[in-house]
């Protein structure tokens, strides 16, 4: 009970003073910033002449500006084309590229192109004849020989040849004799025998047809195969007949490979290099555009050949090499 003293404590009600600080509400003055009430009289008095005027101020300035038209204007105007007094004449619509376009543009028309018939069986004669024969060149010379003479009879000796040349030559007269190009053939004491068909083909394809098949076969096979690796097409014409101020030429081959055309020629016995010269000039294949097979022209013959004439000349045994670098150096070169 002692503790009671703690309702003494009464005093605390005489901090009311407290109160006494009602005069916060003299700092109502807060209500007297109603001044900015009092900033309303600042509304304009509206003048529709003046807006006018500034909508017609800012029209003018902002919205078409006189340094902008003219901008406009050289932009969209366009300048005024001239009427030709002539209307050209409408192109004409070119031709693919093919042989015959070429020559044209040379003024080189061909008359007459053919192919000479033949069958699998007698390509396989002429390859096997052309690749031996480095080996077998002798014996044929000495056959075109008797039918230059039109002694159909032969005799030829082997004594005096090597072994690989005696063996090639042997199986030469018996292909001859299986295909009837030769008949009565026999083998003596080294000297073979017999007897030469009259017939015109088997003349044509001793004194040379069968080269001209090989390298038929052989450049058929490798301008396929380079066509299909450059994406490109080809032609190939044989036994061309061609006309040249008033002059008739032939060709063995000529042929094409994209845009690049060569000229093909096959020759057993003689040449005439300085006539494949002029020929190639008027054809425009030389240098670089023309091969010729000399079958009867040994690996340094025909590089000599090449080096005084200024085109490629190949032996049946280079003959598909010179070929295949002869198309891809044009391609590589890229022009014709």
């Known amino acids: 009970e002692a503790t009671e003293p703690v309702e003494t404590t009464e005093p605390a009600e005489a901090t009311e003073p407290v109160e006494a600080t009602e005069p916060v509400e003299a700092t109502e003055p807060a209500e ?9 009289p600042a509304e304009p008095v509206i003048d529709s002449a003046a807006i006018l005027a500034m909508d017609k101020f800012r029209r003018h300035s902002f919205l078409t500006p006189v340094s902008v038209e003219p901008l406009v204007l050289t932009e969209s105007v366009p300048a005024p084309v001239p009427v030709p007094t002539e209307q050209p004449e409408p192109t004409k619509e070119e031709k693919p590229f093919c042989i015959e376009s070429f020559l044209a543009d040379k003024g080189i ?12 069986p007698i390509e396989s004669l002429a390859i096997s004849i052309a690749l031996n024969y480095p080996l077998t060149k ?29 063996a090639a030559i042997s199986e030469l007269a018996n292909k001859l004799k299986e295909y009837c190009l030769i008949s009565g053939c026999s083998k ?19 004194c040379g047809d069968f080269a001209e098949i090989y390298a038929k076969s052989i450049t058929i096979d490798i301008i396929r195969k380079l066509a299909a690796e450059y994406s490109v097409d080809y032609e190939l014409y044989y036994n ?12 063995d081959i000529l042929f094409r490979v994209g845009p690049h055309v060569f000229w093909e020629e096959v020759k ?13 000039h ?31 000349v190949a032996n049946t045994n280079t003959f598909k090499d010179t070929l295949t670098t002869m198309i891809k150096k044009a391609f590589k070169e890229g022009t014709n």
């Open 138 to 166: 002798d014996f044929i010379r000495h056959l075109r020989d008797c039918l230059c003479k039109k002694t159909f009879t032969f005799t030829y000796s082997v004594a005096n040849l090597t072994p690989q040349e005696r």
């Open 282 to 312: 008027l054809l425009k294949v030389v240098p670089d555009r023309l091969l010729l097979l000399a079958a009867d022209r040994d690996n340094a013959a025909v590089q000599g050949i090449s080096f005084f004439y200024d085109y490629f």
């Open 109 to 120: 028309q061909i008359v007459a192109s053919n192919a000479r018939k033949t069958i699998p």
């Open 32 to 40: 007297a910033t109603e001044p900015a009430e009092a900033t309303e």
């Open 240 to 251: 061309v007949e061609f006309v040249k101020d008033n002059k008739k030429h032939e060709l």
């Open 268 to 280: 057993t016995g003689d040449l005439d290099a300085d006539k494949y010269t002029m020929i190639g």
């Open 188 to 206: 003596v004491n080294n000297v073979i025998r017999g007897t030469l068909s009259t017939n015109s083909k088997c003349i044509k394809f001793l």
